[in-house]
């Protein structure tokens, strides 16, 4: 297929709302059947208490028996951007890359997805909607002894499907240390073996069960917002969104008005560039009983005043999974996060307005984050050096609020971790004061920033809550 082909298909999946399933209400009847029938048991145990986990020196580390998985480790940052100049924390290592992937078919005419109903330990809510394929090297490799996932052979042995999308993308830089994870879509023409727990949806489909908290996983909504609904480099085709309206066809400009771009790609990429080339970060590895201001405890590990985040452990059983009883550790996060788009017309069309984000774990200095990305929330707005534009999100007044919705984070790796992702259009003509690491982009720009791997995955799981629908349910 040619990239308008795909660029076409794509368009019409997210246009329906009625597929194998013939409603929305009738893809919740089946995840709230799937939710009722699983059993699953997540029980809280101290560090020390972990199967196949224990403290390992050289520097002092949290590790698995096998050496495989991922590790908690501690680094000191030393940085000249941002409020605080330097500063200690535990992070994930886990340098193995990840496979998340979509198995796409076409389905009477309209390409579908096929989504499992998967548990993660750390969810709020334990099962979610996940990607067909959801895993690291280690699960894939069988280093548990567990079962190899479902339909992994369609994204691993050439031949079996057409790639239509993969790309390696960054994880969390401020949790994750130089993670990345392979983000794939590809696509069959014959029928698929069906496992009860999978489901085929439309992208339409996907996105409206984006507009309620905590349906979608984190993995799921990485992949989602690759898939392009036009091709930025040719003009737009009204008659593929013939009936789209209002904030959704604002969207569908926003992706492919090039014409309108208040900046041009050029200019965008020096701006990225410069902040690459501006601002340093300094990472030095340190053993974790050496962190200043940490507690490392036979229990967790934990800040002393009792704020960000604290290294928990867990005991799982799943009898769904690939291994059905295990235990890790997890980053266990206190209160709410927050992280947001400001939009606005310019031109007539739609831009966001991103931000310059710099994080001890990003591969390659500065990535493109959205405007507001904030962990707890409720506390950073009381303190000093709050986020430049929190406010327009915590209070919007008379702004229009596009999308409003919490949303859960990786389950496999943090305990309860939940943003707030919104989406506020400021009216045209509006001045917002930008400092130099804000500039306004369209949609087509950030997804072909995000093609090589220079958006953050904040900044596009909020991209993947962005349809043709109306976004607020």
């Not at 997210?14 to 997540?42: I, N, Q, T, Y």
């Not at 000093?384 to 389950?411: I, M, N, T």
């Not at 943090?414 to 992702?421: D, E, L, T, V």
Request: neutral net charge.
């Amino acid at each position: 297929m040619s990239t308008a082909a795909v660029c076409r298909a794509f368009l019409g999946s997210c246009r329906a709302m009625a597929g194998v399933f013939p409603s929305l209400d009738a893809v919740r009847d089946w995840f709230a059947a799937k939710d009722r029938c699983h059993r699953f048991e997540v029980r809280q145990v101290p560090l020390a208490g972990l199967d196949q986990w224990s403290y390992a020196p050289g520097p002092l580390r949290l590790v698995h028996r096998t050496g495989r998985f991922f590790s908690i480790e501690g680094i000191r940052v030393e940085t000249d951007f941002g409020p605080a100049p330097t500063w200690d924390q535990p992070i994930i290592n886990q340098p193995e890359v990840g496979i998340l992937g979509l198995l796409a078919r076409e389905i009477d005419g309209v390409l579908h997805f096929l989504m499992q109903a998967k548990m993660e330990p750390g969810n709020v809510n334990i099962l979610q909607l996940s990607p067909t394929v959801q895993a690291t090297h280690s699960n894939y490799s069988r280093v548990h002894q567990g079962s190899t996932p479902r339909y992994l052979e369609y994204f691993t042995e050439p031949g079996l499907a057409r790639v239509l999308l993969d790309q390696l993308q960054p994880e969390q830089g401020a949790r994750f240390l130089r993670k990345r994870n392979r983000n794939m879509v590809v696509a069959v023409d014959g029928p698929v073996p069906m496992h009860e727990d999978f489901c085929w949806l439309t992208l339409g489909q996907i996105k409206a069960l984006l507009a309620h908290d905590n349906i979608v996983n984190m993995d799921a909504r990485t992949v989602v917002s690759l898939i392009p609904l036009a091709d930025p480099d040719e003009p737009p085709n009204y008659g593929l969104v013939d009936g789209v309206t209002g904030f959704g066809l604002d969207i569908y400009l926003s992706f492919c008005r090039s014409d309108k771009e208040r900046h041009t790609m050029d200019r965008l990429m020096a701006w990225l560039t410069d902040g690459k080339a501006r601002h340093a970060m300094h990472v030095s590895p340190l053993p974790l009983d050496a962190l200043r201001g940490w507690m490392v405890t036979d229990t967790d590990i934990r800040h002393e005043s009792g704020l960000y985040f604290s290294v928990i452990g867990v005991d799982v059983a799943a009898k769904t999974r690939e291994s059905t009883r295990w235990s890790q550790p997890l980053l266990h996060h206190k209160g709410e996060g927050l992280v947001g788009f400001l939009c606005q017309r310019h031109g007539g069309v739609l831009h966001f307005l991103v931000r310059g984000s710099l994080e001890p774990g990003n591969r390659d200095g500065m990535e493109i984050g959205p405007t507001v990305a904030c962990s707890e929330v409720a506390a950073r707005s009381r303190r000093a050096g709050a986020p430049r534009f929190l406010k327009q999100f915590l209070d919007p007044g008379d702004l229009v609020v596009r999308y409003d919705a919490v949303q859960s984070e990786e389950g496999g790796r943090f305990h309860h971790f939940q943003n707030r992702y919104m989406v506020v259009e400021l009216p045209p003509g509006k001045h917002l004061d930008l400092p130099g690491h804000f500039i306004w982009m369209t949609l087509g720009q950030l997804w072909r920033m995000a093609r090589h791997g220079h958006v953050s995955i904040e900044a596009r799981n909020l991209m993947a809550c962005l349809g043709l629908l109306e976004t607020l349910p």
